[in-house]
Every structure is written in C-alpha cells, then in structure tokens.
C-alpha cells in the first residue's frame, strides 16, 4: 500500500459514537446488523451496516462506544441507507472485532 502524507490523513474524519440500538439485517448479502449511532449535538444519530455478528450480539451493542469515520458518502445496503463506518479489525478468522477507546469520551468527538 502507498504511503500517504498527513494532510490526506486528515481528510478522513473519525469520530467516536455510542451505539443506541442494533437490529437484525436478514437483506444484506453478508451477515450483518443495522446500527443506530449517537454522535452528539453535531451530527446526531446516524445509521450503519456492520458485519459483527460473529462477535457480537444485539443485546450487547447497545451503549457500545465506537469509532466511526463519518464523511464518506451515503451508501445503500439492500434496503438501508448507511450513513457512516464503524471501524473494526478482522481478527483472520472472519470476525470483526469493534475498535473503541479505552475510556469514555465525548459523543462526536473528533479524533486527533
């Protein structure tokens, strides 16, 4: 992969959310859920389509702090309109695991 200079690195924009709500997405080719994300007064609730179903369930993403880059463009998932991408690591066996910070922080903070 190509090495980029910092000011490409600062035309993505990453933000931290805190999962509100996580729904079953039987439509998407690969298994995944529907997320509903809080990233505060800024940008308020934005929706995603993340492939985390091996390491995660329903139950447990609500109130989950994520990462997320927020400036792509929209893009549609079946019948659902991703807003933003929850970032995560793929373990090499298949599984996403979710990146978080380590504490809590702000909703919607930028991260530098």
Do not use: C
Request: hydrophobic letters at 45%.
């Amino acid at each position: 992969m190509a090495q980029i200079h910092f000011d490409d690195f600062l035309k993505v924009e990453i933000r931290t959310g805190k999962i509100l709500r996580a729904e079953a997405f039987p439509k998407a080719r690969k298994p995944a859920y529907k997320l509903w994300i809080d990233f505060g007064e800024e940008l308020g609730v934005k929706k995603s389509s993340a492939q985390i179903t091996k390491l995660y369930t329903l139950e447990g993403l609500a109130g989950m702090r994520v990462l997320a880059v927020t400036n792509f463009p929209p893009l549609q998932v079946a019948d659902f309109m991703s807003e933003v991408l929850v970032l995560g690591v793929e373990t090499g066996e298949g599984e996403v695991a979710l990146i978080q910070a380590d504490r809590e922080v702000p909703l919607g903070k930028r991260i530098s």
